[in-house]
Structure formats: structure tokens, C-alpha cells
């Protein structure tokens, strides 16, 4: 089995400081919470950025200023830009960090639900994501949150408008409104993906650490972070993105799966440093 690779979502668009004090705004808390998971053991850190006062943005600015500061912590990281941005913004807006060159970045694969608002992914939208992905060499590491999105994406990248294999999908499962984070569900959707892709388990809120142990005992990867659960047990909430982490490496030591370093990582996801 390959090693396993722990992504840190560190912050998200939608999470706020009144919900967890430790959720990151400035670059300097970005920094922090990013060099807190990498110390830990997560070899990728997804990035969303914000304002100093909290408020979402895709500004390419802000992401290049972040993601420079990022790498000065941490050189090896591998960092994954959102292009998810937050709910309402315009797919223009939404792919400014993709002008950056990024190694990596996510393409969210298909219209859903999330709570009360709707995360609008068109057809069109993804076509041009895929297409920009194409031309600019990014590797897109593919959102799905329904089961369906599982099914477009793979035919997308069949014909060719978005890029194809080998092919890294996270399952986002347990969002509200979306496809509930089930180890059934987990399963169906790892055994339909195309051969030779690598994937990894995202479970929201309560259902961070029990969907993390299935996907370390099935061979997949785990992302954890402030951007999809804020606490470390029921109740409790968690210190820094790095205590998440440590979390998910005790959990990994138990069941005997080793922890993959950024090089290794890379090797996993087919990149080039």
C-alpha cells in the first residue's frame, strides 16, 4: 500500500474566527496554520485566502502574496489553490489563482447544494476550467460532492475537456444537501473511478475522522482541516490545523500506514517539482 498523503484544508471560504478563534484571515495566520499542518505530516496544503477582516477572495494578488509566503515556510510543500472560491462568485473570479502556475489546483465537478445556498458548477464552467487547466499544465485535483459528479468528470475528461489520466479525485462527503459520508458511499465511489487515479476522503464536521480511518485502511489519502471540521473531538475545538493532522498520523500509526513526504507525494499524484 502506498503511503498515505494528508492534505490540510486550512481555512475555506465560509469558517470564521467567531466559530473558532484559530481559523486564519491575515497572511500571517495563513503562514502559520499552513506551517503548523506540514510540521505535523501533511505533505499538500489546500488554499482558499481572505481579506484581513475574513471576507473570501480569489484575488490573484492575495493568492500569489500567500502562496510565496507559504513556500518560504515550508519550500517542499505541494499547494493546492481552491477554484471553488466561495458561492456566488463568477468563474472569472474564481480562476484568478490558475493565472499563478500552480502544480496543482481544484476543479469542482458539478452543481450541488450546500446548506441553504446553491455551488454553481455548469457545464460551460467546467469546460473552461478544465480548458484553462489544459493550457496552463495544472493538474486538477477533482471535488466531487455528489455521486453524479463522479460520473461527469470521468466522461469530461474522456473527451478530452478537462485533463485526464492519471486523475486525482476528493470526495467531499457529508456537506448538507450533498451525498452523506457513509462508508457505503465512500466505497461505491472509489470503486468507479478509472483505473491507475489516486483519490482521497474528505468527511465533513463529525464525520472528519470516521470517514479519515475506511479511506487510510482502503489505500486512499485524507484531507482534514479548519475548512471542513473545527474541532478535535466532540466538542472541543481544535488548537491549529496541525492538531487535526497529528490526529489523522495517530490514526494512520494504528492501522500501520506510513505517512508520505512531499517528494513522495508527488511521486503518488504523478507531479514534477
Not at 471553488?84 to 462568485?89: E, K, L, P, R, W
Not at 489516486?198 to 468527511?203: K, L, M, S, V
Request: with cysteine; glycine share 8%; aromatic share 6%.
Amino acid at each position: 500500500m502506498e503511503k498515505l498523503i494528508i492534505t490540510a484544508a486550512i481555512c475555506g471560504a465560509e469558517v470564521m474566527k467567531e466559530q473558532n478563534p484559530a481559523v486564519p484571515y491575515t497572511v500571517e495566520e495563513i503562514v502559520r496554520e499552513a506551517k503548523s499542518a506540514y510540521d505535523a505530516g501533511a505533505a499538500v496544503v489546500h488554499v482558499h485566502v481572505r481579506e484581513d477582516d475574513g471576507t473570501p477572495t480569489q484575488s490573484r494578488e492575495r493568492f500569489k502574496v500567500c502562496l510565496d509566503a507559504i513556500r518560504k515556510e515550508c519550500p517542499d510543500v505541494i499547494l493546492i489553490p481552491s477554484t471553488g472560491g466561495a458561492v456566488g462568485m463568477t468563474a472569472e473570479e474564481r480562476l484568478q489563482p490558475t493565472e499563478l502556475y500552480p502544480e496543482m489546483a481544484t476543479l469542482d465537478c458539478g452543481t450541488c447544494n450546500f446548506g441553504d445556498e446553491v455551488f454553481e458548477n455548469t457545464m460551460p464552467m467546467m469546460r473552461a476550467f478544465g480548458k484553462r487547466m489544459i493550457e496552463n499544465n495544472i493538474k486538477p485535483e477533482y471535488e466531487c460532492f455528489e455521486m453524479g459528479h463522479l460520473d461527469t468528470i470521468v466522461r469530461m475528461a474522456a473527451k478530452g475537456e478537462v485533463p485526464g489520466a492519471p486523475m486525482q479525485f476528493n470526495f467531499v462527503l457529508g456537506v448538507p444537501g450533498c451525498t452523506p459520508a457513509t462508508v457505503e458511499n465512500l466505497v461505491w465511489m472509489v470503486k468507479n473511478i478509472p483505473a491507475g487515479s489516486t483519490w482521497t476522503a474528505t468527511g465533513i464536521g463529525r464525520n472528519a475522522f470516521t470517514l479519515a480511518a475506511p479511506a487510510i485502511v482502503m489505500g486512499g489519502h485524507v484531507r482534514v482541516g479548519f475548512e471542513d471540521n473545527l474541532y478535535i473531538s466532540k466538542g472541543v475545538l481544535a488548537k491549529s490545523n496541525g492538531e487535526l493532522v497529528e490526529k489523522v498520523v495517530r490514526l494512520a500509526k494504528e492501522l500501520g500506514r506510513e505517512i508520505a513526504t512531499p517528494e513522495e507525494a508527488r511521486r503518488i499524484l504523478g507531479l514534477k517539482k
